[in-house]
């Protein structure tokens, strides 16, 4: 709401401040209450109109949709607001389409009331952050789903990939494999930074080889082509950042007649939907999407609540569970 954001930006405060105020709720210092009021009856907006139209709008931006765990937290997330009487505004930004800083421009123009990034540059070492100090500037509260750079203020809700690393590691390790590939997301995406660096240190304490490193796009293609690049240095093992990766790496392995678990086992990441139905079954690692969600939701909301949070780096994480399925499997060199 155009009134609402000008009020907010005005007296310094979040626009979540600015309607406890009109609606008479606690939770704001009386210096504060006395700063909104003035501030509306200088721009001449009265009380009575403010109340009447305080509806709430969240800008929820994500990359495309065809990764399927970003639908999964779209649809969680949506949820969730909708349970508050939140209208969610899907920010969806596409190869050769809107980016991410012209879907903010587009969303900030409608004075949103905060925003839940699903992907952005917020998660890649050296991005650029500026459009994340406007929304500072303009007091907007944000939630960043998994890892962010330490310098961005918000709240990240996030999986911890170092502890699921060390669970797929471990799973491997007990079934005799010794060389392993890692199959991974661009190099300075934080997420696989942290996925590289724990398997690595597991790889060292525990007499394991990590044969190669491939960091590329989370697609199935990128997953095929590592696949086909890796299948031949004796590897008995990919351990890839997403299920897509891990899902290419399987039709990879596929054409050029290899199989999974048999000669090569593969592990995925975020337990995308219908794991369970192709073949073989994909072992993954599953992120509690709904708890995740939900702590976004709260987060934000407590933002929206009290503007000594905006300022701030704050990290919740959440330990994804391992979900062992087919694709896995005793290593072939122990079966010999």
């Known amino acids: 709401m155009k009134t609402l954001a000008a009020i907010a930006q005005k007296v310094g405060v979040s626009q979540a401040t600015v309607s406890r105020v009109i609606n008479g709720k606690p939770g704001v210092s009386e210096e504060t209450r006395q700063a909104v009021t003035q501030a509306m009856s200088a721009m001449g907006v009265p009380m009575s109109e403010m109340t009447r139209s305080t509806t709430h709008e969240i800008a929820l931006v994500t990359p495309d949709l065809s990764n399927p765990i970003f639908p999964a937290f779209v649809t969680s997330i949506s949820t969730q607001l909708a349970q508050h009487n939140v209208l969610p505004l899907l920010c969806t930004y596409t190869p050769g389409g809107a980016t991410e800083n012209s879907l903010l421009t587009m969303a900030l123009n409608r004075h949103i009331d905060g925003v839940i990034f699903l992907s952005g540059h917020y998660d890649t070492k050296g991005g650029d952050f500026s459009l994340y100090k406007l929304l500072d500037e303009r007091h907007?509260?944000?939630?960043?789903?998994?890892?962010?750079?330490?310098?961005?203020?918000?709240?990240?809700?996030?999986?911890?990939?170092?502890?699921?690393?060390?669970?797929?590691?471990?799973?491997?390790?007990?079934?005799?494999?010794?060389?392993?590939?890692?199959?991974?997301?661009?190099?300075?995406?934080?997420?696989?930074?942290?996925?590289?660096?724990?398997?690595?240190?597991?790889?060292?304490?525990?007499?394991?080889?990590?044969?190669?490193?491939?960091?590329?796009?989370?697609?199935?293609?990128?997953?095929?082509?590592?696949?086909?690049?890796?299948?031949?240095?004796?590897?008995?093992?990919?351990?890839?950042?997403?299920?897509?990766?891990?899902?290419?790496?399987?039709?990879?392995?596929?054409?050029?007649?290899?199989?999974?678990?048999?000669?090569?086992?593969?592990?995925?990441?975020?337990?995308?939907?219908?794991?369970?139905y192709i073949q073989p079954s994909l072992t993954t690692l599953r992120q509690p999407v709904d708890l995740m969600s939900r702590s976004a939701v709260n987060s934000l909301f407590e933002m929206m609540n009290d503007s000594s949070l905006l300022n701030k780096h704050r990290v919740i994480s959440y330990d994804p569970e391992l979900v062992v399925r087919d694709s896995t499997g005793l290593c072939k060199d122990l079966l010999k």
């Open 140 to 276: 907007v509260p944000k939630v960043f789903i998994n890892e962010a750079d330490p310098s961005v203020h918000g709240t990240v809700i996030r999986t911890n990939d170092a502890t699921g690393s060390d669970k797929a590691m471990r799973l491997l390790m007990s079934q005799g494999h010794k060389k392993i590939a890692l199959l991974l997301g661009d190099r300075q995406h934080y997420p696989s930074l942290v996925k590289h660096e724990a398997a690595v240190n597991f790889a060292q304490h525990n007499d394991i080889d990590i044969v190669d490193t491939v960091w590329t796009t989370y697609g199935f293609g990128s997953g095929s082509n590592a696949a086909t690049q890796l299948a031949h240095n004796g590897v008995t093992a990919f351990l890839c950042a997403s299920d897509a990766l891990a899902l290419g790496a399987i039709k990879g392995l596929n054409d050029q007649g290899i199989r999974v678990p048999e000669d090569i086992s593969v592990i995925g990441y975020d337990n995308s939907p219908q794991l369970s």
